[in-house]
């Protein structure tokens, strides 16, 4: 798969075309000053894109200055981005060899070769990068991305956790992170299945393929093959009980919990889901008793906090419900929660409810503020999104 560039081209750019004038051997002073407009005009006309300028201003460069590497460098990034791979292979080499320590030559080098599909090539210019700069998120991204059109799928996984953890919020990093990672998976069923096609895992990896395609009545078949294959097994009555939940089958998906907890009773992710089914099945009692148990051991879980504050509202234990909800807010790194404004809201209409107006008005106004916040980051993802969408359209 080809992919463009112009994110890595725009964190270079800058870099590039700003370069100092360095010395520039025995030119004349009318030959030097030549060359500084000659490399100015260049600058700029590769900052705006206008490539047919900016490569005869290079060239001319080059042809005044031979041995200036960041020369070659520059107008092997307007033949890459004019789509002349070879000639911008043959720019970028000359700038290496003139200055093996280039910064960003040996990537786009390794890019250009990629897009050549000579990945072998691509790849030793990309581990260079690296080498020279070890913390270069884009030469491991690019070198992940190599690797996975080469058919070196975990050698790419490798690669592509160390651009993820370079630049952990990076939209591109993480996609092709979350390919490689899909692609390994991929590989492991079609092993698995290869191996034993009647296992109850090639049961369990379908139903876990058709909840993600929202397949749900295909999802329980599979669940229920599973479990028959393997009756005893822990984590298979639990993932049949979240497809019924999904399904709004809550008899159903209190059943199958409740048939994880004989087979695995220490689990608190069943005894948590347990409870939340209770409350929506108006158990509140049967609630109370299972999120206990959960606080026992995870007394700080803002969401346990916010589920048992519900069960203790529909016993009509007023303050207590007060004090759950209450410790829910209570971590102000969790404030991004949608369980921490729901629980604003739930101590909102508590204290209204029990005559405390101010109490009540302070909590609304948290709410509010929580869910203003969450709307505009919202939007902003989405304006985002838009944004990122012509590029996407753009790039081969």
């Not at 006309?45 to 490539?51: E, I, M, N, S, V």
């Not at 990896?205 to 393997?230: F, G, H, N």
């Not at 609304?364 to 969450?374: C, H, R, T, V, Y």
Request: hydrophobic share 40%; proline share 4%.
């Amino acid at each position: 798969m080809q992919i463009g560039c112009n994110s890595v081209l725009l964190a270079f750019r800058l870099s590039v075309i700003f370069f100092c004038f360095l010395s520039v051997g025995a030119l004349s002073q009318t030959q030097n000053d030549e060359f500084e407009k000659t490399f100015s005009l260049g600058t700029a006309a590769l900052r705006d894109g206008r490539l047919d300028e900016a490569a005869a201003d290079f060239s001319r460069v080059v042809t005044l200055s031979p041995n200036f590497a960041e020369g070659h460098f520059n107008l092997g990034l307007v033949r890459f981005q004019q789509g002349r791979m070879d000639d911008a292979i043959t720019s970028l080499n000359k700038s290496i060899a003139l200055k093996p320590a280039l910064r960003g030559a040996n990537l786009f080098l390794g890019i250009a070769r990629y897009r050549e599909n000579d990945f072998s090539n691509a790849l030793l210019s990309l581990n260079r990068e690296i080498h020279l700069d070890p913390k270069n998120a884009d030469g491991f991204m690019w070198r992940g991305v190599v690797q996975l059109a080469a058919g070196k799928i975990a050698d790419a996984v490798t690669s592509l956790d160390k651009a993820a953890e370079l630049r952990p919020n990076d939209v591109d990093i993480l996609y092709h992170r979350g390919r490689a990672h899909m692609l390994v998976s991929k590989e492991s069923y079609q092993q698995m299945y290869a191996a034993d096609p009647k296992s109850w895992r090639v049961h369990q990896v379908l139903a876990q393929s058709y909840v993600e395609a929202d397949r749900l009545d295909d999802a329980i078949v599979e669940c229920q093959q599973a479990i028959q294959l393997k009756p005893g097994e822990a984590g298979l009555h639990e993932a049949l009980a979240e497809v019924y939940f999904k399904k709004n089958d809550l008899p159903k998906a209190e059943a199958e919990y409740q048939e994880e907890l004989k087979i695995n009773p220490t689990s608190l992710s069943a005894t948590y889901k347990l409870g939340v089914v209770s409350i929506e099945r108006s158990k509140p009692e049967v609630a109370v008793e299972l999120l206990r148990k959960v606080l026992a051991s995870e007394p700080k879980s803002i969401d346990t906090h916010y589920q048992m504050g519900r069960a203790e509202a529909q016993q009509g234990n007023t303050e207590d419900a007060i004090r759950d909800f209450s410790a829910a807010v209570s971590d102000p790194t969790q404030n991004d929660s949608e369980t921490v404004r729901q629980s604003y809201y739930q101590l909102a209409q508590l204290y209204r409810r029990t005559k405390q107006p101010e109490q009540s008005r302070a909590a609304l106004d948290s709410f509010m503020k929580l869910k203003q916040q969450a709307d505009a980051r919202q939007a902003q993802k989405l304006q985002d999104k838009l944004k990122r969408a012509p590029e996407a359209q753009a790039a081969p």
